[in-house]
Structures are given as C-alpha cells and as structure tokens.
C-alpha cells in the first residue's frame, strides 16, 4: 500500500520543508522534510530533490505499516495516517502492541503520543489530533461488501480512477455483475497506482453456470463477486503477488501467467503451477 496525497500532504503541514542543512532538537543534521540520511553541515537541496527525498523516505515507513496489514486490512485513510504517525515516531509497534490492540485502541493511544521530554507540545499535539481524525475518517466513495451492478445501465461507469464496471462482467454477456466494489478502490487501485502500469482483468465475476462451463471450484468466489484474476502489463505475477502480500489481501494464487485475487476473510495464499497447487506463507 502506498501513502496518498492526503497522506503526504499531512507529513508536509507538520514536518516543513528547509533546503538548508539544520541540527534537529535532537543534535542530528537535518534538511527537507526530516531527511537525515547523510546530510552534512553545509548541505543546500532543491525543492525537488526535497520531494524525491521524502518519496523514498516515505518507502522505510510504509513498510512499518504494511507489516501490520495483514492482521487490520488498513483502510487508505488509517494507512495515511499511521504512516504519518510512523514518520515523526518512528514505529507503529508500541502504538499497536505489536498487534494486539483493536483499532478503536489504536485511534484512542495515537492522542498520547504528544509529549518530548516529558512536556506535552502544541505542535504535537495538533498533530495527533490531525492523524487521530484522518485515521477514523471513512473513505468517501466506498461502498463496502458486495455491490450489485446491471452492464447495460452502469457499464461505463467508474469504479475509480482506473477501472470501470464493464470490465468486470461475466464472459458470458450476462447484464447482472456483482463485485467486492471496495475491494476494487482500495486494493487493486492500489495495486495500478503502485506499478504504474495498466491491470487486465482476465476473469471477476462469473454466472453460476458460466462457472460450470469454465470448471471454477464450486464455491468459486468469482460467483460471490470477490475474485479477480488480473495481468499488470509489464510485471511478473510473483511481482504482482509480493505486492498483493503486502497489501495484506487474504486470497492470493499466483499462476504461471496472471494472480488470482479475492476479498476472503480467512488467508490462504498459494502458487498454481499447471495445476499443482502448493499453499505458501510468502511469495
């Protein structure tokens, strides 16, 4: 998963930009948006290379989050959030219990983090709130579970920003698709937007019968509205599967040419191999 705009945009309020190498409170040379890695007294930036320092560094920090994916299925604005929280902490880990607490918890912990030194701090205090609030804040737009949609009325209608709901259909024609909507706005836009690259969908939503004619599992989720086979143009699928890990969606399958997804809420992640189906713990 990757930090939105509304993400960056949180880390710049509170962070700052200087284009001029500063000690930090804590002694440590500093410049752009907190960047420490190898500054030196002296050091002048651009503000894009300040941009390009806070793109990478944003990476060691997403991360942090992303370990935790798998167990809170975080939300673009919960991400968003901790990531920011992560980037002035340093860690979610205590936040979280290393896992263990609830996201309510998490939401009311996040506020107590707005002390240096023992002394609570206006500025960090601001802060928290801003992350608390981004953090609870529901993603507009998204319709969660599965949402019942007709070809013909809202075919050419988007999903979001690069999908749209006729690319979903059952092969067979059929007007009636169903599909796992949020699924499809907050993990595999997520997935487009990482790889920058166009995603193909070979197979979502299936008929009952469709799923017959094509020997799906009998309880295929492609008749649910919950599965997705997907090629991202110019990426192996072990590539696209890592990343599918990452964002921590429970049903992954990669096969030899394209990666099954789907919206389960039991993990299950395996590799196809003409066939052969060997269940993994990473890909």
């Not at 200087?18 to 420490?36: E, F, N």
């Not at 894009?48 to 942090?64: H, S």
């Not at 205590?94 to 918890?105: C, E, F, M, P």
């Not at 790889?195 to 979502?204: D, G, K, Y």
Request: contains cysteine; aromatic residues 10%; hydrophobic residues 35%.
């Amino acid at each position: 998963m990757r930090t939105s705009q509304t993400g960056i945009d949180l880390i710049k309020k509170y962070e700052g930009c200087k284009l001029q190498a500063y000690k930090c409170p804590a002694g440590v040379w500093t410049i752009g948006y907190g960047h420490t890695s190898g500054v030196k007294q002296g050091d002048l930036i651009t503000q894009a290379q300040a941009d390009e320092f806070l793109k990478n560094d944003l990476k060691v920090y997403e991360q942090k989050v992303s370990k935790f994916s798998s167990k809170y299925i975080w939300s673009q604005n919960e991400f968003d959030a901790l990531v920011s929280f992560c980037y002035n902490i340093g860690s979610i880990n205590q936040l979280t219990a290393n896992g263990t607490r609830t996201k309510d918890v998490i939401a009311e912990k996040m506020l107590q983090y707005n002390k240096a030194g023992g002394k609570v701090l206006s500025g960090l205090t601001k802060r928290r709130q801003d992350e608390h609030d981004l953090f609870l804040k529901k993603v507009e737009g998204v319709k969660m579970g599965v949402q019942t949609y007709s070809l013909k009325t809202d075919g050419e209608k988007s999903l979001s920003q690069n999908f749209k709901i006729k690319e979903f259909r059952c092969k067979d024609g059929s007007d009636k698709i169903l599909i796992d909507s949020a699924f499809v706005q907050m993990k595999l836009q997520q997935i487009r937007d990482y790889f920058n690259s166009p995603v193909t969908i070979n197979s979502a939503y299936r008929t009952s019968a469709y799923n017959v004619k094509v020997g799906g599992a009998k309880n295929s989720y492609h008749v649910k509205g919950q599965a997705f086979d997907i090629v991202v143009k110019g990426k192996t699928p072990t590539q696209v599967a890592k990343y599918a890990q990452q964002l921590g969606i429970n049903g992954i399958i990669q096969y030899n040419t394209f990666v099954h997804l789907d919206s389960r809420s039991k993990k299950y992640w395996a590799r196809n191999n003409n066939g052969k189906v060997t269940v993994v713990n990473n890909f």
